[in-house]
């Protein structure tokens, strides 16, 4: 079993930024991939960020100029650096981790001010 626990999330103004964290816990593998998904109310999860263990990174075409996704592996933790915030990333910062299976943390509330 695995245990995502994130933390970050707040209020902050459009141009602001902010720094979410996810400290994975358990049986974790030394090869996974890590990452950020994000949900807007009345819209499905979608992808924002995956880090795999050796560094690759994947970004949704709409943040990969303002966030950077990065991890440490010695503390089998997940980072999402997001610069120049708008009001349409304001959305439920979900951490994901997948090894065999998917994990899901209990998510982080965002929310970009006008």
């Known amino acids: 079993q695995v245990q995502l626990v994130e933390s970050g999330g707040g209020l902050v103004q459009a141009g602001g930024s902010l720094r979410l964290s996810c400290a994975a816990s358990g049986n974790i593998f030394s090869s996974n991939v890590m990452g950020w998904y994000r949900q807007a109310p009345g819209k499905q999860r979608e992808l924002v960020a995956t880090i795999t263990a050796d560094g690759s990174t994947n970004y949704a075409n709409s943040v990969k100029t303002r966030f950077t996704i990065s991890r440490d592996n010695t503390k089998n933790t997940v980072y999402l650096q997001m610069n120049s915030l708008k009001p349409e990333d304001t959305a439920v910062y979900y951490c994901?981790?997948?090894?065999?299976?998917?994990?899901w943390g209990q998510g982080t509330q965002v929310t970009v001010s006008s």
């Open positions: 994901n981790i997948r090894q065999i299976l998917s994990y």
